[in-house]
């Protein structure tokens, strides 16, 4: 299985700051259609995950511009430019270019 | 919109089979492209997928469950179900069920359902 592997564990910012989580993979997610398939997703407290971002960098249907996504190969990040209240919680990515899909560890946000 | 919903008992005992369904609405679950999908999460843990299964039929299961794993459809309800058999207290999670897209992106989620197993 691809090992997704998040840092930080958890991450405490005052609002309005701007706030990165990396995110690194085992082996490389580019697929050979050109494709790169990296996920992240928001799980709020007492809530099921909800998508951000898909391959990358491309922002789910909703998805504040606050938040944006950036990466290649093996390494990705996630950043939220103005953290809000609202973006409490545990950020999780996940790959799917490999049976079966796998997601990091977590980093938990929350605000200072 | 897309909802999902997962119904089931949540007390199961050690030794049973843990059985689960989630009702789609608001989209058919014969619609081409989606796959319906088990995942489940151990208490302030992170998420672990399980399997999926397509309208025809066809199946997926992580290696790591695939012996006691049996995900069905029924097209005419909508539904789609998970079977976890000989489970143990390791089996305690909550199980969500959830849309794939082209069997790349998860896209819509239900609610999630706590299962613990004990006696």
């Known amino acids: 299985d691809i090992v997704m592997t998040q840092t930080p564990l958890s991450l405490s910012v005052t609002p309005g700051q701007p706030a990165s989580i990396s995110c690194k993979s085992s082996q490389s997610l580019l697929h050979s259609d050109g494709k790169t398939y990296l996920y992240w997703y928001l799980q709020k407290p007492g809530q099921p995950p909800q998508l951000l971002i898909y391959?990358?960098?491309n922002r789910f249907s909703g998805v504040p511009d606050r938040f944006s996504g950036s990466g290649s190969g093996t390494d990705f990040t996630l950043k939220i430019s103005r953290v809000e209240a609202e973006d409490v919680g545990v950020y999780y990515c996940m790959q799917s270019i490999q049976l079966p899909p796998t997601f990091g560890g977590g980093t938990k946000v929350e605000i200072k | 919109q897309v909802q999902l919903q997962e119904s089931g008992p949540g007390l199961v005992k050690p030794s049973q089979t843990l059985s689960l369904t989630c009702t789609v609405s608001?989209?058919?679950?014969?619609?081409?492209?989606?796959?319906w999908s088990w995942i489940r999460q151990h208490p302030g843990k992170g998420l672990e997928w399980i399997g999926y299964?397509?309208?025809?039929?066809?199946?997926y299961y992580n290696p790591s469950l695939k012996s006691r794993v049996t995900i069905s459809v029924d097209t005419s309800k909508n539904q789609f179900s998970l079977k976890l058999s000989s489970v143990t207290a390791a089996d305690t999670a909550v199980y969500y069920c959830?849309?794939?897209?082209?069997?790349?992106?998860?896209?819509?989620w239900g609610q999630g359902t706590l299962v613990t197993v004990s006696s």
């Open positions: 391959e990358v960098s």
């Open positions: 608001g989209g058919s679950i014969s619609s081409g492209g989606y796959y």
């Open positions: 959830a849309r794939v897209l082209r069997l790349r992106q998860i896209d819509y």
């Open positions: 299964i397509y309208y025809s039929g066809s199946t």
